[in-house]
């Protein structure tokens, strides 16, 4: 995540509250509405992180890039349809986008493509996990708790106790004392959900964990691809955080985890 790296330890801390406040607001009315709400709300942040994606590979980016038009295109639809239809459509959609992007962008392709694939994939099943009328809320709530329990325990953690870095070429903060407090955290968000719903406690503890396991994933990856590149934020659009894109990665790595899960956990 995006954290200043000067000052005292919980310099930034205020601003990232706020900001996260405003966005899980907004987040909390819209998911609760549902239908069509959920759709436009998540087309709209999905358009935005594929339009930083690229502004990472290519700084100069404009309105006229093709490569921008076609992956924030494609991404958009293939969410918008995961509001109809199952999410194979929105897996086509991005195909298709690829194959555009082989014809039209060839020279970002290697980058562009796991790019579009990954973000529209994951947001197009967050949709779909809505979807459902009687469970698709709860079940968003806990995933999103997990990420946030996640960030919270490890940011707190990791800078209270400090300790030995996971990763330090990549992410130069993170360490194993804020993996382990985020893991704790995580954890008790399922404790929580597992108290208060009818889904099996194994099930809910293993997942709990195994999802702040891969949100910690989604964040290194993007540590990994934004140092790449030399740069430091996505974005600035989000106060405290950068862009969306390091708002959000610990989510997009944990709903791609869970996507794949589903197609062999049972359900219910």
């Given at each position: 995540?995006?954290?200043?790296?000067?000052?005292?330890?919980?310099?930034?801390?205020?601003?990232?509250?706020?900001?996260?406040?405003?966005?899980?607001?907004?987040?909390?009315?819209?998911?609760?509405?549902?239908?069509?709400?959920?759709?436009?709300?998540?087309?709209?942040?999905?358009?935005?992180?594929?339009?930083?994606?690229?502004?990472?590979?290519?700084?100069?980016?404009?309105?006229?890039?093709?490569?921008?038009?076609?992956?924030?295109?494609?991404?958009?639809?293939?969410?918008?349809?995961?509001?109809?239809?199952?999410?194979?459509?929105?897996?086509?959609v991005a195909l298709c986008g690829v194959a555009l992007l082989a014809v039209l962008d060839r020279p970002?392709?290697?980058?562009?493509?796991?790019?579009?694939?990954?973000?529209?994939?994951?947001?197009?099943?967050?949709?779909?996990?809505?979807?459902?009328?009687?469970?698709?809320?709860?079940?968003?709530?806990?995933?999103?708790?997990?990420?946030?329990?996640?960030?919270?325990?490890?940011?707190?953690?990791?800078?209270?106790?400090?300790?030995?870095?996971?990763?330090?070429?990549?992410?130069?903060?993170?360490?194993?004392?804020?993996?382990?407090?985020?893991?704790?955290?995580?954890?008790?968000?399922?404790?929580?959900?597992?108290?208060?719903?009818?889904?099996?406690?194994?099930?809910?503890?293993?997942?709990?964990?195994?999802?702040?396991?891969?949100?910690?994933?989604?964040?290194?990856?993007?540590?990994?691809?934004?140092?790449?590149?030399?740069?430091?934020?996505?974005?600035?659009?989000?106060?405290?955080?950068?862009?969306?894109?390091?708002?959000?990665?610990?989510?997009?790595?944990?709903?791609?985890?869970?996507a794949l899960l589903s197609f062999f956990l049972p359900a219910g």
């Amino acid at each position: 995540m995006s954290t200043a790296e000067r000052g005292p330890k919980y310099a930034d801390l205020w601003v990232r509250i706020v900001s996260a406040i405003i966005l899980a607001g907004i987040a909390l009315v819209d998911f609760w509405k549902g239908g069509v709400y959920v759709t436009a709300l998540v087309a709209f942040a999905t358009g935005l992180m594929l339009w930083e994606y690229r502004r990472v590979l290519k700084p100069d980016t404009g309105l006229d890039d093709m490569g921008l038009l076609i992956s924030v295109g494609t991404g958009v639809l293939a969410v918008a349809l995961s509001g109809s239809f199952e999410i194979h459509i929105s897996l086509i959609v991005a195909l298709c986008g690829v194959a555009l992007l082989a014809v039209l962008d060839r020279p970002k392709l290697v980058w562009m493509a796991p790019g579009l694939v990954y973000i529209a994939l994951a947001m197009s099943f967050l949709v779909e996990l809505r979807r459902d009328p009687d469970t698709g809320f709860y079940t968003v709530l806990w995933l999103v708790l997990v990420v946030i329990a996640t960030d919270i325990g490890g940011y707190f953690a990791g800078r209270s106790i400090g300790g030995p870095k996971i990763w330090p070429r990549v992410s130069p903060k993170k360490t194993w004392s804020g993996t382990l407090g985020g893991l704790g955290l995580a954890l008790l968000v399922g404790v929580i959900f597992a108290l208060a719903s009818e889904i099996k406690v194994p099930w809910i503890l293993g997942l709990s964990v195994l999802l702040a396991m891969a949100s910690q994933a989604g964040d290194l990856i993007e540590s990994a691809f934004k140092r790449r590149f030399g740069v430091k934020d996505a974005s600035n659009l989000i106060p405290g955080h950068g862009g969306l894109l390091d708002r959000f990665d610990g989510l997009l790595g944990a709903l791609a985890v869970f996507a794949l899960l589903s197609f062999f956990l049972p359900a219910g």
